[in-house]
């Protein structure tokens, strides 16, 4: 148990959600690696989708901590595949903004967001 306090206690406030209902270091670790695995990460990314109700502050967000992860376990997304993952992802309502940036030269992913 005391493992398990230190490695719980490094971790910050989001990860502490993940590992709520572990009761060993084990389980800790193996749900952080399958967090923070490459292709559980990449799936997460292929499948986003914006949440009805949500914002799109809090979107963007999430988006950006998914690509985030893939730095982190070295599959960084170049900025105009990031562009076209983020656009992908909005709901039918932003089809038009999509379309018009889609169609655009030389938008940048910051402009967009």
Do not use: C, W
Not at 2 to 28: C, D, E, I, P
Not at 38 to 60: C, N, P, V
Request: hydrophobic content about 40%; charged content about 25%.
């Amino acid at each position: 148990m005391k493992a398990l306090g230190l490695m719980t206690k490094g971790l910050s406030v989001n990860h502490h959600t993940k590992v709520r209902q572990v009761t060993s270091t084990m389980q800790t670790r193996s749900t952080l690696l399958e967090f923070y695995n490459r292709t559980a990460i990449t799936r997460r990314l292929h499948d986003f989708k914006m949440e009805d109700g949500s914002t799109m502050a809090r979107h963007l967000n999430k988006f950006d901590q998914l690509i985030v992860g893939l730095q982190t376990v070295g599959e960084p997304l170049d900025n105009s595949r990031q562009l076209v993952m983020m656009l992908s992802s909005l709901p039918t309502e932003f089809k038009l903004i999509a379309s018009i940036v889609e169609n655009s030269k030389d938008v940048t992913l910051i402009e967009v967001k």
